[in-house]
């Protein structure tokens, strides 16, 4: 008797675990869908890992047309602002690459353009060159017409010289043609060491 009841008292656990187990199942399957739907509004707040086969790029990739960047410090050849800075250019101009200073600029997406990463960023490379209102070829037309009124050197900025080649009248014409020589070769350069605009 004791044997019967025991087995009754076995079959009867197993059906109230079976029932436990099914309300388990039943009850488990929302909450997996909730927890589900919990990662993925957490994923959509949390940015995922960059996936470079995706729609977007790193905006530290982006060409200049989208980014409004800085313009580099100018330091004035003081080398003790830019090592507590860090960045800047001790100087501008160059005629080669060799001589332009490079240096880095702080960089910002525009608002209307998608893309990965920090939207404020530094950019490396940039070019310590400044370009004013001094064209190359305007200024070798008025050093070939008229840089014996000293012209051309009006238009560099070169006050001075200008004026003294106006009163000697381009130096009897040897100051003229040796002006316009030191133009093509790159050896007469504006006063306040900009470059020549390449934009007309």
Partial sequence: MRIILLIMARSDKEQAQT?????????????QAQSQSGSNSAA?????????????????????????CKE???HRNNETAKQVKGYGCLRFGGSSYEDVEHTKVQCTVYTDIDCYGARTFFREGVPCVRYTDHYFVTTLIYSMLLGFL???????GQTGTAVGKLLTMGGVGVWWIIDVILLITNNLLPEDGSNWNPYV
């Fill in 19 to 31: 029932v436990v187990s099914g309300t388990a199942v039943q009850s488990v399957v929302p909450v």
């Fill in 72 to 74: 580099p410090i100018d």
């Fill in 150 to 156: 000293g012209m051309d050197r009006f238009c560099l």
């Fill in 44 to 68: 959509s707040t949390v940015p995922s890992a960059f996936n470079p086969l995706g729609p977007n790029v790193m905006c530290s990739f982006l060409p200049r047309d989208f980014l409004e």
